[in-house]
């Protein structure tokens, strides 16, 4: 396995990256730095391209130009056993959970180790069983994915992203869709898994409150660029008019609240459909 | 003109694509084969979802088709006086030409859309990606054992058809129209020709299994992640796959039989 690389050195390290699908420009000439051990967050409107960055990242798309360079290295340029060499050491959580469907809760989270160690099944027992433990759901190890809520869901997905001990985890919209109490549970696992493991993690959300809550540092995107980044106190009280309205939720601003469209009037009395 | 030419231009674009895609799909499916080795707990389990339950369909229209070759056959035969090789053409019938391509097209029709609905899911669900991610191939590991399962599947589903046909052609020409039972046996095992007959109907089965299971995964794989896209990958699969099916077997046939 490839040694890290100095801990002053960013994580993940992102330059003039060019991304596009068709003629739609998703990146034009994004650099962003993920520095090691913290929570950093990466936010936007809907659609501008969050998770296709993540993807990106994780080597399962390719730029049009530029580098992403991951614990040192060239991630685009890596063949594929060096590629999942190192996707062993990155964990994602997927937005939907992404479980196998046809095993039960047990045998998810034991798949990586069941994939790529040689441990013996009582190892892999207790293994499991620790990771369920920190998400809380121990109890719930002979449940099949159908059965699980969907907070339930990415929990047992965390502790699957988990369980090789990756040296990062990447969150696709953690929050979206959960309810207060499992938004909670997800906040607190988030920090805590971060912390006490010494992971370094990348939380793709438009959930501003939830996410400005545990971050070290946010970058906000759109249309293509980073508009702006920073600690999530800046973030909030920036002075940049276009963040100012993403992270306080104002409903019209620089991003309008009409969808462009011909005056009213003249729609009102030009008279055709 | 020019915009019909060009439209032309993509769609003819489109199809090699695919075409290629395809292809590339399955020399990654085939290279996944040496990791089947030391996991046969994998093959096993598609073989009873792709085999296995097969079964009940693929044996009932056997014998249904076996029933009415007997009497659509006794029929024609009777009117030469050749009731007594009944047996002959019954099997004939079968094991060249009915138990392959029939049993071909329920197996699109059954196991094929079942895996291409499978596989469009687990992409749409992102469990590929989620596979991918993990450092596990989705195309060793999903998409493998499934490929072996049909290859393996699909001459034992035709076998099982034809002898399922030839006893509901017995049934009906022996047991319900009076042909006499030596003959219609003696008649089938002087004449069906282990090499010409059986060998050949197994080499069509064994292709029709190749070329369904693989039209099905790439369908699945290729399929536009949404439910639309899985239900029109479903449709594709069956309908590309019986038209191949068809298709091939007349090149088969005319390769094998043809003067």
């Known amino acids: 396995m490839v040694e890290s690389v100095d801990s002053q050195v960013p994580l993940v390290s992102i330059r003039g990256l060019r991304f596009s699908r068709g003629s739609r420009v998703i990146f034009d000439g994004v650099d962003i730095d993920i520095p090691r051990g913290k929570i950093t967050a990466i936010m936007g409107p809907s659609g501008t391209g969050k998770t296709t960055l993540l993807k990106l990242i994780g080597g399962q798309l390719r730029p049009s130009a530029g580098t992403i360079l991951v614990d040192g290295q060239d991630i685009h340029r890596l063949g594929n056993r060096d590629l999942y060499r190192l996707r062993m050491r990155m964990g994602m959580l997927f937005q939907s959970g992404a479980l196998l469907t046809d095993i039960d809760v047990f045998e998810n989270v034991a798949y990586p180790l069941r994939e790529h160690t040689n441990l013996s099944p009582s190892m892999i027992r207790k293994l499991v069983l620790l990771k369920l433990e920190a998400v809380g759901l121990r109890g719930a190890r002979e449940l099949m994915p159908s059965e699980l809520s969907g907070g339930m869901a990415r929990r047992v997905a965390l502790a699957r992203a988990m369980v090789l001990d990756p040296m990062m985890i990447m969150y696709d919209e953690p929050f979206t869709g959960q309810d207060p109490i499992s938004m909670g549970v997800l906040v607190e696992l988030i920090r805590a898994l971060n912390d006490a493991s010494r992971l370094s993690s990348i939380i793709v959300s438009h959930d501003v409150q939830e996410t400005a809550a545990i971050a070290d540092l946010i970058y906000v995107i759109s249309n293509g660029k980073v508009i702006e980044s920073g600690g999530p106190e800046a973030m909030i009280n920036s002075e940049l008019a276009w963040t100012r309205q993403f992270m306080q939720g104002l409903a019209d601003g620089p991003v309008p609240f009409h969808y462009p469209a011909a005056e009213l009037a003249d729609d009102l009395l030009g008279g055709a459909c | 003109m020019l915009n019909a030419l060009a439209q032309l231009g993509r769609v003819g674009i489109g199809m090699l694509e695919r075409l290629g895609r395809g292809h590339l799909l399955l020399l990654g499916i085939l290279r996944g084969l040496p990791d089947l080795l030391p996991r046969p707990g994998l093959l096993i389990k598609q073989i009873y979802s792709v085999g296995v339950l097969s079964i009940l369909i693929i044996s009932v229209s056997g014998l249904f088709v076996g ?166 990958a479903t449709t594709r699969t069956v309908v590309h796959s019986s038209l191949a099916v068809l298709g091939l077997d007349f090149i088969l046939t005319a390769l094998m039989f043809g003067d």
């Open chain 2, 67 to 232: 029933m009415v070759l007997g009497l659509q056959g006794y029929y024609i035969l009777s009117q030469f006086g050749a009731e007594q090789t009944l047996g002959v053409m019954v099997a004939a019938s079968l094991v060249r030409e009915l138990g392959p391509v029939v049993a071909a097209l329920l197996f699109a029709g059954r196991a094929g859309s079942a895996l291409t609905a499978e596989i469009g899911l687990m992409k749409a669900t992102e469990q590929l990606s989620g596979l991918e991610m993990m450092a596990v191939d989705p195309i060793r590991r999903v998409l493998t054992p499934r490929f072996l399962a049909g290859f393996i599947s699909m001459p034992l589903l035709a076998a099982l058809f034809s002898a399922l046909g030839v006893l509901g052609g017995y049934f009906v020409g022996v047991g319900l129209l009076g042909v006499d039972d030596g003959a219609f046996w003696a008649q089938m095992q002087a004449k069906i020709d282990l090499h010409e007959d059986v060998f050949n109907g197994a080499i069509k089965s064994v292709v029709f299994g190749l070329v369904c299971t693989w039209i099905a995964l790439f369908q699945g794989f290729d399929a536009v992640p949404t439910s639309e896209g899985v239900s029109r």
